[in-house]
């Protein structure tokens, strides 16, 4: 094995595995795409002590990725570390990088027992033993505070994300969307904002809706489009596939409940779902342009009914078609595992963020977005 090799697979070990998916989620199979570890590159005590890498599922250039959120993101600070002993909800990011910000994301919060809203009250301790990480699928055991432990597991394609929360049957469970929170602008974690935004909920439609003005690097817009860019928004449509048994709103830690719709800063919703409930689906789709955009993003891609292991399986067949073009001969498996993870790392970014019923020709994400 090699010195770089060797540094390599210690810096991955005991990260959490990527290759032992369930057979469900290990469809099609793939070599190339089991030796894809999504922790290599991330944690680190500071910046410049991590490679800044984002443990992300989506498919290959996704425009909106998936993640684990263990930390509030911005410039210098990524959602996921994995030295982290407790997650805060499931992130749809438009952060890129590191050094780069996020913009109009949307987290997604499983709950039991009383509503939390605020970041550093609704952290759920979880262990890396129960953690699979890869491309297609995320499977997370989170511990709910209440005695009992939530399943959560992800997958997502290019503008949707797809999500499975398995509650304890004796506790009050709950979903909850955060559209906007307080933001830090540049590097420095003092330095705060307060982007305002949008949230609805439809209980008919099994729907969560909303907008946000997040755009972290808004300080470097050229001049030239400084106006246009000001009316940057993110758009989501949740839909669950669990009628509300109650519902309602939360602005800046205060409960509404029954509320169906809100605007301003430090907003969101959420849903309660009837006693007994043990699985929910909900399915996030994403957009840049509107609501509606949103939603037909979610319909497109991910239509009502469809299984979170079919999810899985498209986004894996997404991958094993770029990563199974490179066969490697003579490689043992801490080489493979090195050189799939760079492989899989370096079609992530640019990311497409076109929608095809509104644009001619895909574009990609300009840096000061």
């Not at 498919?59 to 600070?77: D, E, G, I, K, L």
């Not at 805060?88 to 987290?107: D, L, N």
Request: proline content about 6%; hydrophobic content about 35%; some cysteine.
């Amino acid at each position: 094995m090699s010195k770089i090799s060797a540094f390599l697979v210690l810096l991955s070990s005991g990260l959490g595995l990527a290759s032992k998916c369930p057979p469900s989620f290990s469809i099609p199979k793939s070599e190339a795409v089991d030796h894809v570890n999504p922790l290599i590159g991330n944690g680190g005590d500071t910046p410049n002590g991590s490679g800044g890498m984002i443990p992300s599922t989506a498919p290959p250039f996704a425009m909106t990725r998936w993640v684990a959120q263990t930390h509030q993101n911005y410039v210098s600070v990524t959602p996921y570390n994995h030295t982290a002993t407790t997650i805060h909800g499931f992130q749809g990011t438009h952060q890129p990088a590191i050094w780069m910000g996020e913009s109009g994301q949307v987290v997604v919060v499983p709950g039991t027992g009383s509503v939390k809203s605020k970041f550093e009250d609704r952290g759920l301790r979880f262990s890396d033993d129960t953690q699979i990480i890869s491309p297609s699928y995320h499977r997370v055991e989170l511990d709910s505070g209440d005695g009992g432990r939530i399943l959560a597991e992800q997958s997502a394609t290019s503008r949707v994300g797809h999500l499975r929360f398995t509650f304890p049957t004796d506790q009050s469970a709950y979903v909850l969307l955060e559209a906007t929170r307080p933001t830090p602008i540049t590097y420095i974690p003092t330095n705060i904002t307060y982007p305002l935004g949008s949230i609805a909920v439809d209980p008919a439609r099994r729907e969560i809706t909303g907008s946000n003005s997040e755009r972290q690097d808004w300080i470097i817009t050229p001049t030239s489009i400084a106006q246009n860019a000001s009316n940057f928004k993110g758009y989501f449509c949740a839909r669950f596939d669990t009628p509300f048994a109650k519902f309602g709103v939360i602005q800046n830690g205060s409960e509404i409940a029954g509320e169906k719709a809100g605007k301003g800063s430090l907003l969101s919703a959420y849903a309660r779902f009837p006693a007994g409930t043990r699985k929910v689906n909900v399915r996030v789709g994403v957009s840049f342009i509107s609501v509606d955009q949103a939603r037909r993003n979610l319909d497109a891609e991910i239509a009502n009914g469809v299984a979170l292991e079919e999810t899985s399986r498209r986004t894996r067949a997404a991958w094993a078609e770029k990563l199974d073009r490179i066969q490697l001969e003579g490689a043992t498996k801490a080489d493979k595992e090195v050189f799939y993870t760079a492989f899989f790392h370096t079609l992530q970014v640019r990311f497409l963020i076109y929608s095809s019923r509104n644009c001619l020709k895909p574009c990609t994400l300009l840096l000061w977005l």
